[in-house]
């Protein structure tokens, strides 16, 4: 006699975490291929071609394991992101707490970024071992349920290890992205669609669509960037896509066919 099956269905399958996993292994690998192809040229050149090539093989590999390793301190180094003070984001640590079993993840550190500009973002070298990065404006401008939908969405990136790809891309992108000003590369690099992606599976989790709706439509409605915000910075091009507010400072642009937009996903979840 069959039996019907009560076992919940996971919120993000293994397959992807295992796919992002390995897309930060390639770009990490990405990154290290001209300085390795460098030194394996001169090496082949001067000693021989099989000096050059092992050289080359095994600079490629020490320097994306590095890579993985070093990228989550300097995209926060990027960002400019603190430790959180004692007694700092109290209502931001509670919903961790309380939403990170949830989503079966440890607990990331938080940390903070002095700008009154409301928006958050997550790294991680793993998705056991993370970094929730919120400006100081996001606990003032949202109340509880809308908070609880931000990091519900952050969470998902942890999840799904979308938080590691987020780290290395920015690491190995960051000196092209800061010369040309342009942050497209870095958004076809961590997939488009992600952000969209990300805010089904937080309403999953929170079962309650309009929360995590309204505090994007609050952060979509700001369109005024304050004086020294790093939102109104050159260096934003480097992390913008990692943000829940991508759109920050860029509302007058249309982008058609851009699922990853504020405004657009604010329209997809009004309708979830």
Do not use: Q
């Not at 076992?7 to 990154?31: C, D, F, K």
């Not at 949202?142 to 938080?163: F, N, P, Q, T």
């Amino acid at each position: 006699m069959p039996v019907n099956s009560a076992e919940p269905v996971p919120l993000v399958a293994e397959t992807e975490v295992r796919a992002n996993r390995r897309r930060a292994r390639r770009i990490a690998a990405g990154g290290a291929v001209v300085p390795a192809a460098v030194v394996g040229v001169v090496l082949g050149l001067v000693v021989s071609v099989l000096a050059g090539v092992v050289a080359a093989v095994v600079l490629m590999v020490g320097l994306s394991a590095c890579v993985l390793r070093l990228a989550t301190p300097v995209a926060l180094a990027i960002i400019g992101a603190r430790p959180r003070r004692p007694g700092e984001l109290v209502r931001l640590e509670n919903l961790v707490d309380g939403l990170c079993p949830t989503f079966g993840v440890r607990r990331p550190a938080l940390m903070a970024l002095d700008d009154p500009v409301p928006n958050a973002c997550c790294l991680a070298w793993s998705p056991d071992r993370g970094v929730l990065v919120v400006t100081t404006g996001l606990e003032a401008s949202l109340d509880l349920i809308e908070l609880e939908g931000v990091v519900a969405h952050e969470l998902s990136h942890l999840k799904r290890a979308d938080a590691v790809v987020s780290a290395v891309a920015v690491a190995v992108l960051a000196p092209l992205t800061w010369l040309s000003g342009s942050d497209r590369l870095l958004h076809r690099v961590l997939g488009a669609g992600r952000e969209l992606f990300a805010d089904r599976v937080a309403v999953l989790a929170v079962r309650y669509p309009p929360g995590l709706g309204a505090a994007l439509e609050k952060l979509d409605a700001a369109s005024e960037l304050p004086p020294g915000s790093f939102f109104a910075r050159r260096r934003l091009a480097m992390t913008r896509w990692l943000w829940v507010d991508p759109s920050v400072g860029r509302r007058h642009e249309a982008v058609l066919g851009d699922l990853d937009r504020t405004a657009v996903r604010v329209r997809a979840l009004a309708e979830a």
